[in-house]
């Protein structure tokens, strides 16, 4: 089975930085994108940011410049570098990744089970 851990969340004041880690575990043949996507109270679920296998990104308009997507192929490890935090910010993030488990099976789309940001003074 495929697992998607995301760490990195808590408590911190506006102005301030996070950064989040999401690393993918299990049967996987290959990754194609990764990205992060949020989900305030009583709203949807939201992208964030995203990140190809060969290191083209994606935005949010509302997280350009402050936001930085990276990731580790070698570890199966995606990372959200937040820098200039906002109230506006705090939601929970989930991880996503799109995998294939092998080489003949169609890729397919998998989630972690999110980490709260809670950007408050």
């Known amino acids: 089975q495929v697992q998607l851990v995301e760490s990195g969340g808590g408590l911190v004041q506006p102005g301030g930085s996070l950064r989040l880690s999401c690393a993918a575990s299990?049967?996987?043949?290959?990754?194609?994108?990764m990205g992060w996507y949020r989900q305030a109270p009583g709203e949807q679920r939201d992208l964030v940011a995203t990140?190809?296998?060969?290191?083209?990104?994606n935005y949010a308009d509302s997280v350009k410049g402050r936001f930085t997507i990276s990731r580790d192929n070698a570890q199966n490890t995606v990372y959200l570098q937040m820098n200039s935090l906002k109230p506006e910010d705090t939601a929970v993030y989930y991880c996503?990744?799109?995998?294939?488990?092998?080489?003949?099976?169609?890729?397919?789309?998998?989630w972690g089970k999110g980490t709260l940001v809670t950007v408050s003074s």
């Open positions: 996503s990744a799109v995998i294939r488990v092998r080489l003949i099976s169609p890729a397919g789309d998998y």
């Open positions: 299990g049967r996987i043949f290959s990754i194609n994108a």
């Open positions: 990140i190809t296998n060969h290191g083209s990104t």
